[in-house]
């Protein structure tokens, strides 16, 4: 009788899965740098003045947010190089996780510095500190702190995001898990060391975001 789970196939399957994990944590590292700057972006986009430019922002935020993040990785994937745009899987993919996720941290930045009480905005302008100035040593200090938990559930979702990458062939944690059960036949063992290493990873980025909201939150 097969026993159902085998520590010493366990053992077999970890160094493909070790590095999956590794393709897995940069993906999520640099989807998550993208999505800061897009957040950014798309941000400014939104809060420009002109009627236009605004619209054009909020219309993005909307269409990252409103189609699931699978198509956006296929119409990168393969649409995209019918207009002479090839890019690399793992790159299509930080790609892909940094607009879709952008969208939400740009949600995150306006509720940010909106929290900021209008009086501050006004006593920036009536003292004729210069954008630059004001948002350095007054706004984006007091807006960090609050965003740090948004940030790091974004980063945790998109670290949990990161196996429907394995769609575009990029070899993260759970496409090698898929890949060891298709040629072996035996699933359990891949797929569980998969769930712990997402586990893992997940509890990891917990504790370094509550450590470092309790650290800033000093400051306050």
């Known amino acids: 009788m097969t026993e159902l789970f085998s520590w010493d196939f366990a053992l077999e399957v970890m160094p493909p899965l070790l ?3 590794v393709v897995t944590f940069l993906a999520t590292v640099g989807g998550f740098a993208a999505s800061l700057i897009v957040g950014g972006v798309l941000l400014g986009f939104c ?17 990252l947010r409103s189609t699931p993040l699978l198509i956006q990785i296929y119409f990168l994937f393969f649409v995209l190089p019918e207009t002479g745009i090839v890019l690399d899987p793992v790159v299509t993919g930080i790609v892909a996780l940094g607009l879709y996720h952008g969208a939400y941290v740009a949600e995150a930045y306006r509720a940010g510095f909106d929290s900021i009480p209008r009086g501050q905005w006004d006593a920036v302008e009536s003292l004729r500190f210069s954008r630059y100035a004001a948002l350095r040593h007054l706004i984006l200090p007091q807006a960090i702190i609050p965003l740090i938990p948004a940030l790091g559930n974004t980063f945790i979702t998109m670290l949990k995001d990161t196996p429907i990458l394995a769609a575009i062939t990029v070899p993260e944690m759970m ?31 917990a504790s370094f975001i509550h450590l470092l909201q309790n650290n800033l939150g000093r400051y306050k």
């Not at 809060?47 to 269409?63: D, H, N, T």
Request: charged share 15%.
């Open 47 to 63: 809060r420009s003045s002109a009627a236009p430019i605004a619209l054009f922002g909020r219309s993005l935020v909307e269409l």
């Open 19 to 21: 590095r999956g994990a």
């Open 175 to 205: 496409f090698e898990a898929n890949d060891v059960g298709s040629q072996s036949f035996r699933y359990i063992e891949p797929i569980t060391l998969a769930a712990i290493g997402y586990l893992i990873m997940s509890c990891i980025a």
